[in-house]
């Protein structure tokens, strides 16, 4: 019996490996070789062996990052590395026009200044924020400094790089270390462990900030069929999340929205991020400032209702230029506030 379920066995795993489920790849997923993926050398199917075990330190092992994996360094605006934007979504020119239609809303973007106050998104060669000189152009270029971790808050979707949070603590700060904003709109946890994986070997810096680490809404997999990662939203507004691995436009699913992001998922993708980003961190002798959601919570709360302290505090109608996000004097106050964290950790005085 066992002779035969060993035969068995055998035949499946064989037709598993020369069968038609299993395809050569010419690139990730199929795909021709682009130039995102800089010319790095054809990589293997993890699962060509179904009963793998775990990561073994061989050069076919695809978490030798960095070499063999170049889809693990996809950030958030990947598509648009080393370009110049005006507008950048969702501060969309289509946007900025219907709020200027609305009375309401334009009045918001006068009392910020936005409706004759232009900037540019400088996007480098690793679809990261910078201040768009040739000398910045790629992250990789240089070691050492802050690396800023965060959401559209860290990237300062809807306000000039230099108004940012970041930006601002960094100047004050840290004016002789490289500032290097690794905000990735839209994403969570997952995707900044996994960018930070991808990097922090290379950039080597001396502290890492993080900001906003979202897990009870934002989680990413990795879309084969479209070789990039999926991130995937959960919108408290909506009250859904929108299944995004075919098309981007399916019916919601209230399925896939409790088993990614009920408490319980959301806990453990939170505990399993929040360890590997600061073990990475000590591994490389990189300092680590992390702000949970919670504290940064308490934190910009305490910067709109702090009326006695005019210098530092935030009117209701602060916003970016999209109307959604931190506008200056948010992105002022947070910089002093996170500063006062940052001279709280046991490391500051060393």
């Given at each position: 019996?066992?002779?035969?379920?060993?035969?068995?066995?055998?035949?499946?795993?064989?037709?598993w490996?020369?069968?038609?489920?299993?395809?050569?790849?010419?690139?990730?997923?199929?795909?021709?070789k682009?130039?995102?993926?800089?010319?790095?050398?054809?990589?293997?199917?993890?699962?060509r062996?179904?009963?793998?075990?775990?990561?073994?330190?061989?050069?076919?092992?695809?978490?030798?990052?960095?070499?063999?994996?170049?889809?693990?360094?996809?950030?958030?605006h990947?598509?648009?590395?080393?370009?110049?934007?005006?507008?950048?979504?969702?501060?969309?020119?289509?946007?900025?026009?219907?709020?200027?239609?609305?009375p309401?809303?334009?009045?918001?973007?006068e009392?910020?200044?936005?409706?004759?106050?232009?900037?540019?998104?400088?996007?480098?060669?690793?679809?990261?924020?910078?201040?768009?000189?040739?000398?910045e152009?790629?992250?990789?270029?240089?070691?050492?400094?802050?690396?800023?971790?965060?959401?559209?808050?860290?990237?300062?979707?809807?306000?000039a790089?230099e108004?940012?949070w970041?930006?601002?603590?960094?100047?004050?700060?840290?004016?002789?270390?490289?500032?290097?904003?690794?905000?990735?709109?839209?994403?969570?946890?997952?995707?900044?462990?996994?960018?930070l994986?991808?990097?922090?070997?290379?950039v080597?810096?001396?502290?890492?900030?993080c900001?906003?680490?979202?897990?009870?809404?934002r989680?990413?997999?990795?879309?084969?069929?479209?070789?990039?990662?999926?991130?995937?939203?959960?919108?408290?507004?909506?009250?859904?999340?929108q299944?995004?691995?075919?098309?981007?436009?399916?019916?919601?699913?209230?399925?896939?929205?409790?088993?990614q992001?009920?408490?319980?998922?959301?806990?453990?993708?939170?505990?399993?991020?929040?360890?590997?980003?600061?073990?990475?961190?000590?591994?490389?002798?990189?300092?680590?400032?992390?702000?949970?959601?919670?504290q940064?919570?308490?934190?910009?709360?305490?910067?709109?209702?702090?009326?006695?302290?005019?210098?530092?505090?935030?009117?209701?109608?602060?916003?970016?230029?999209?109307?959604?996000?931190?506008?200056?004097?948010?992105?002022?106050?947070?910089?002093?506030?996170?500063?006062?964290e940052?001279?709280?950790?046991?490391?500051?005085?060393?």
């Open positions: 019996m066992f002779e035969t379920m060993r035969s068995q066995l055998k035949k499946a795993l064989e037709s490996r020369t069968g038609p489920r299993h395809k050569g790849w010419s690139g990730p997923a199929n795909k021709e682009r130039n995102e993926y800089n010319g790095l050398m054809q990589v293997d199917v993890i699962d062996h179904p009963l793998i075990f775990e990561p073994r330190n061989t050069p076919a092992w695809t978490f030798e990052y960095n070499m063999k994996w170049p889809a693990n360094m996809q950030t958030a990947w598509r648009e590395a080393g370009e110049s934007l005006e507008w950048l979504s969702p501060d969309s020119h289509h946007k900025f026009v219907a709020n200027c239609a609305n309401d809303m334009k009045e918001l973007l009392a910020n200044g936005w409706l004759d106050n232009k900037f540019m998104y400088h996007i480098n060669e690793d679809g990261l924020r910078y201040d768009g000189s040739s000398s152009s790629s992250v990789m270029e240089s070691q050492g400094g802050v690396l800023y971790l965060g959401c559209s808050i860290t990237f300062g979707i809807g306000v790089l108004q940012t970041s930006h601002q603590l960094h100047q004050r700060v840290f004016p002789d270390k490289r500032y290097m904003n690794f905000g990735q709109p839209g994403h969570g946890v997952d995707t900044y462990y996994r960018v994986k991808s990097y922090i070997s290379i080597k810096p001396d502290i890492v900030i900001t906003y680490p979202w897990a009870s809404g989680a990413e997999i990795f879309n084969p069929n479209q070789t990039y990662w999926h991130n995937h939203f959960m919108s408290a507004a909506v009250g859904h999340m299944i995004t691995m075919t098309d981007g436009h399916s019916e919601p699913d209230a399925f896939t929205r409790m088993s992001f009920s408490p319980e998922p959301s806990m453990i993708r939170y505990m399993k991020n929040h360890d590997a980003i600061k073990c990475l961190c000590q591994e490389n002798d990189a300092h680590l400032l992390w702000l949970n959601i919670q940064m919570s308490e934190l910009v709360s305490e910067t709109r209702t702090n009326l006695h302290d005019p210098g530092r505090f935030v009117p209701e109608w602060d916003f970016g230029r999209d109307c959604m996000h931190h506008g200056p004097k948010g992105h002022e106050a947070m910089s002093y506030k996170i500063e006062e940052l001279k709280k950790c046991s490391w500051w005085k060393n």
